[in-house]
């Protein structure tokens, strides 16, 4: 088998465990699995208005998954793209409340800022990584929760909303500042249309670019790109400005096309960057792939509305299993790096004969 067939192998194969290990959390609530699911797939695919829902959650996870797989191409452990996805909110809601932008070119210097803010926040862990070798892992986790925090202390401070009587968000954006709908439903269309051309942009900046060379081969052996002359400060930024720029971009589709003010940072993110990181990794690197996994996260995420409304389910459980997936993926990653080998069992080998007791002579044996 292929090395990208036993790629999509894992991910099925970490995708079917988690169902069947979900099912366990079904029956500790007193709920048959197969009904669960049967609700499930009947309320999220086939109620009237259900369906563009999914898309609706693909938007943020397809954005920010594409700038993921950029960065662990690089072999740069971006993990702080929620981080960078309220850095973009903030920036956005920035630009449509407290500047004089107005009319048509509100939107797109909008999505401008989105991106700055969202890069500038992925810029410390490079430079610390790049700088002091400090682990990105640590440093763009731990930035995560400063951008939580900040937009916690803008919307309940300086930027509450004199009009929202004490509420912690700001005043509502503008008219100019709203995202297009595609009529009937909540899907801000030019976002989800940026999202496509971002995941087609990326997979031929990886394939077709001396900038997509230099980060395939940086991921793949550092050694030879240091060898070839490859500047790995230089790539590492590029990265990183790129990735957590789309993690921006997803933060102002949120705050412009879903809720049309910065609130709540639990709000404006339902947890997006963290589920892009199984989205890039189910993805394996390939960023048109992410069109298919971003939408499979956005169905997992339209169910949680579902287990809340028709089976009295926390919505928080999709992030449950989001994290089965995320270990089965693992699990699966290393189980299948081994051969299964079945060989006859070898027939048990006859015992071997008992020794013949020594010969003790008589006592007239000896005299003679």
């Not at 993990?79 to 407290?98: K, P, R, Y």
């Not at 940026?194 to 087609?200: I, P, R, S, T």
């Not at 230089?234 to 990735?243: D, G, H, I, P």
């Amino acid at each position: 088998m292929s090395h990208r067939g036993k790629s999509t192998l894992r991910g099925v194969v970490a995708i079917f465990a988690a169902f069947i290990a979900a099912g366990g959390i079904f029956s500790a609530y007193g709920i048959n699995p197969i009904h669960a699911y049967a609700v499930i797939a009947h309320d999220a695919l086939v109620v009237p208005g259900a369906f563009p829902e999914i898309f609706r959650s693909t938007i943020p996870l397809l954005l920010t998954g594409v700038g993921l797989v950029l960065a662990f191409r690089a072999q740069f452990y971006n993990i702080g793209a929620e981080g960078q996805l309220l850095a973009g909110a903030v920036a956005a809601t920035g630009v449509a409340l407290f500047t004089p932008v107005r009319g048509p070119m509100t939107l797109p210097v909008m999505f401008a800022a989105g991106f700055v803010g969202g890069a500038l926040w992925g810029l410390l862990p490079s430079l610390l990584k790049l700088r002091l070798n400090v682990n990105e892992v640590i440093t763009t986790l731990m930035m995560n929760y400063i951008a939580l925090y900040f937009v916690s202390w803008l919307v309940t401070g300086p930027w509450r909303g004199p009009s929202v009587r004490g509420f912690a968000y700001t005043d509502q954006f503008p008219a100019a500042a709203w995202l297009p709908l595609i009529p009937g439903t909540r899907i801000h269309w030019p976002t989800l249309a940026l999202g496509v051309v971002l995941a087609a942009g990326c997979a031929v900046l990886l394939a077709r670019t001396r900038l997509g060379f230099a980060i395939r081969v940086q991921g793949e052996n550092p050694e030879a790109a240091r060898y070839v002359g490859i500047n790995a400060l230089r790539t590492t930024l590029l990265v990183m400005l790129l990735s957590g720029g789309a993690a921006g971009l997803a933060g102002v589709g949120e705050v412009a096309g879903v809720h049309h003010k910065l609130l709540d940072p639990n709000q404006v993110s339902l947890g997006y960057g963290y589920t892009a990181i199984i989205v890039a990794w189910l993805a394996r690197g390939q960023a048109l792939a992410t069109l298919i996994t971003a939408t499979l996260f956005g169905l997992i995420y339209s169910s949680g509305d579902v287990m809340q409304v028709s089976l009295q389910m926390p919505f928080r459980v999709t992030s449950v299993f989001n994290g089965l997936i995320l270990f089965f993926l693992i699990g699966s990653e290393r189980l299948l790096a081994y051969r299964v080998r079945w060989a006859p069992r070898p027939a048990p080998a006859d015992p071997p004969a008992p020794a013949a007791a020594p010969h003790r002579p008589s006592g007239e044996e000896q005299w003679e």
